[in-house]
């Protein structure tokens, strides 16, 4: 969700109730000097101004059937009030009213007072069209105190007082029969008094879960025959309002706060730090000016949410398809990006101190995960024997920049590929060591071990430590592409590229370097200026290479590098080609530039005659790139941005927001569906894959 409008100081005094009528996009709320105002959601433009109330206006409620308005005041009136600003009908009750809402199910409004409850059915003969409520109502007496919340759903109406009780009425179905049946009364529900009640409702399987909050700082989830499910606690104040968003299957809960309080409600964990909503740059956000979130209303068919704080002000949130399914915090900036889509699926970040984190999505949810750090100093214990000058190179009193550049998981050899500025290749694994410690020590020796290799897990309960260091590079190595092991290949390769202009070939299986590309000359620069990234084409047996000088260099790969031939060289960037790619999907070469293009060259024959070249103009530098490898959009990081093309025909489909630095990695999840991003804001973004649209049934178009 992102915050879309801000509307300041829409009443004169506090505002104490709010609703929406989604049918003409406008927004009524009441305040405390009994005025209600409808005005446009859009622009906040005031439309009718309703001044009939004499007290405190408790509780607003839109009726959709009826297209009114129903108002409940402490002054002891209801009021239905139509498009128009004279009310349609005015019921005089008598005492304070403190709650209302409708149920569809019995055609019946329901009123929450001290003490009691009412029902009002429709007068005889009157229909939805044109509704005119009975005065004469049904009355039940089951509460003690103030009741304050009411919600309806199918024939059963559930409230909420301040006597702490949690009661479920079952309305009859026999035409005459009005009166509110107790099923189940839960009296000790809180520890306190009750302040507010919202429902979740699975659609598919019919069912419905109540949610409840307190002046004990607690929200519990209850079953539709209230049976508790989970306790939600810690919060830090009086919980003020609730709401269910569907869309993002996220409870919203507000405590008195500045923020909004953010639960996963199957898991009752608190998500807040994995999905917040946007917050306003405005100086209602200030520290300065402080503020609270009061009430919550979620409209379903605008997909927004609306908020009132105690500074008179109402926010709007919009659901936005294309915001982050879940934000992760790292503890330093990262710079390289990783996954193995073996189970469990695992996310790696390399980040600027040199450091490794694993990353896994916990069980509880979609957006929690945990997260484990590894330090080069504290795995090289495993490197001492066979690295010793690196090792030393590593703890002496020289320190070279180790940030993580680009990495690379090798699923076959089940290895990470680290690339960093300090000149050397890291290569990472599990610790099969501390794996076989575990394995002799667990009781009953290796059966318990011996199902979870069954479960492609085998390791994976281990440590991650650093294996060994490849060094040849004389500069930053500033790009890695794997050639996976093949028919006409013994082993899994990859190629290196660096500042130095170096190409080099290596050997992952055995850990050694097969050689180092030198041309007719005897130099070992592949290019006139910097090598800034290194892609291979697996379809083709080819890999391109970009560099400072504008050009894209593409070579035929073979295990020989002195058969390393240039195939062609791609000319059309005015600045250093920062990124490259293959675009399998699509036959095509990728190349994002500092020039602000990004660009595209499709290969038709196999002797690079025939090229064709889209430019897409960007506006600003690309600082990553990658290839969706189910349809085959380019996704590109723009500064703080990320944006989706159509691989064929470079037309913008997404952009993502949610990030408030350079984007500096790219990678696409064909597992779930999802791409990822990091930035030097720190942070992580899991994002939904593009879907291609049918238009002829307006639904996601086949892969």
């Known amino acids: 969700m992102e915050l879309k409008t801000t509307h300041k100081e829409v009443h004169c005094k506090p505002i104490t109730a709010i609703t929406v009528n989604p049918l003409r996009r406008e927004i009524i709320t009441g305040s405390e000097d009994g005025s209600i105002k409808v005005w446009e959601a859009e622009s906040g433009k005031t439309v009718q101004n309703l001044t009939r109330h004499q007290g405190w206006v408790t509780d607003l409620y839109f009726w959709q059937e009826a297209k009114l308005v129903v108002s409940a005041s402490n002054d002891g009136l209801i009021i239905t009030w139509s498009s128009s600003s004279i009310p349609h009908q005015v019921i005089k009750i008598g005492n304070p009213i403190y709650c209302v809402s409708w149920n569809s199910k019995r055609e019946q ?23 005119y409520l009975n005065e004469k109502c049904e009355t039940v007496t089951h509460h003690t105190d103030i009741v304050k919340s009411i919600v309806c759903i199918e024939s059963r109406v559930y409230t909420a007082s301040f006597d702490r009780a949690l009661i479920m009425y079952e309305t009859s179905s026999y035409p005459s029969d009005h009166t509110l049946h107790v099923i189940s009364a839960f009296r000790q529900a809180h520890a306190a008094a009750i302040t507010c009640l919202t429902i979740i409702r699975d659609s598919e399987s019919n069912t419905w879960q109540i949610l409840s909050g307190s002046f004990d700082r607690s929200v519990k989830i209850w079953t539709q025959d209230i049976q508790l499910i989970h306790k939600i606690e810690g919060l830090s104040g009086t919980i003020t309002s609730m709401c269910y968003i569907p869309l993002t299957k ?39 000016n402080k503020y609270q979130l009061l009430l919550l209303q979620y409209v379903p068919e605008l997909q927004e949410v609306f908020c009132t704080t105690n500074r008179r002000t109402v926010m709007a949130w919009k659901y936005n398809s294309f915001a982050p399914i879940s934000t992760l915090q790292c503890k330093h900036i990262p710079e390289g990006l990783a996954y193995t889509g073996k189970s469990p699926i695992l996310i790696f970040t390399g980040d600027c101190e040199g450091r490794i984190t694993k990353w896994e999505q916990l069980q509880l949810n979609n957006f929690m995960y945990s997260s ?26 020289e320190k070279k920049s180790r940030s993580i550049n680009k990495m690379f998981y090798v699923e076959d050899l ?69 050639v996976p092991q093949e028919s006409y290949l013994s082993s899994t390769h990859m190629i290196s590229c660096g500042a130095d202009r170096r190409l080099c070939l290596w050997n992952l299986q055995l850990g050694t370097l097969v050689g180092t590309y030198t041309d007719s000359s005897g130099s070992e620069a592949a290019s006139e200026e910097v090598i800034t990234d290194v892609a291979f084409a697996k379809s083709r047996r080819e890999f391109a290479y970009s560099s ?46 500092d020039d602000c293009t990004l660009r595209t060259w499709a290969v038709n024959r196999h002797d690079y005659l025939d090229i064709n070249t889209s430019v897409s103009d960007t506006q600003c530098p690309i600082t990553a790139l990658t290839c969706d490898v189910v349809n085959g959009a380019i996704i590109v990081g723009l500064q703080d941005v990320i944006r989706v093309y159509e691989g064929g025909t470079l037309k913008q489909v997404q952009t993502h927001t949610g990030h408030r630095d350079s984007v500096r990695g790219l990678m696409h999840v064909p597992e779930r569906s999802q791409y990822i991003s990091i930035a030097w804001d720190s942070s992580i973004c899991i994002w939904n894959a593009y879907k291609p649209y049918n238009r002829q049934n307006n639904s996601p178009a086949p892969i």
């Open 372 to 397: 484990d750090s590894f330090n080069l100093q504290d795995t090289s214990r495993t490197l001492q024997y066979s690295n010793l000058d690196v090792i030393s190179s590593l703890n002496g009193p």
């Open 414 to 482: 089940d290895i990470l590929v680290a690339a960093a500025d300090d000149c050397n290749i890291y290569i990472w694994g599990f610790d099969e060591q501390a794996m076989n410690e575990l394995r002799d020590s667990a009781p009953g020796g290796g059966d318990l071990f011996q199902t979870i290799e069954d479960d492609a897990v085998t390791n994976r309960v281990a440590g991650f430590t650093c294996k060994r260091i490849l060094n040849k590079h004389s500069q930053s190595v500033t790009g890695v592409a794997v």
């Open 250 to 288: 996220v409870l919203w809960v507000l405590s008195g706060q500045q923020e909004v309080s953010m639960f996963d409600p199957k898991s009752g964990e608190n998500i807040t730090e994995y999905v917040s909503a946007q917050k306003s740059n405005g100086s209602e956000c200030s520290n300065n």
């Open 548 to 593: 400072a000088d504008k050009l894209i260099y593409i070579r035929k790969f073979s295990t020989c590098v002195r058969s390393w031939n240039l195939l062609h060289v791609l000319q059309g960037h005015e600045s250093e080609v920062s990124h490259v790619a293959w675009n399998d999907v699509c036959s095509m070469w990728v190349s994002g530039s």
């Open 109 to 131: 409004i329901i009123i929450g007072l001290n003490k009691s409850v009412k029902a009002f059915n429709l007068v005889e003969g009157t229909s939805l069209s044109s509704p």
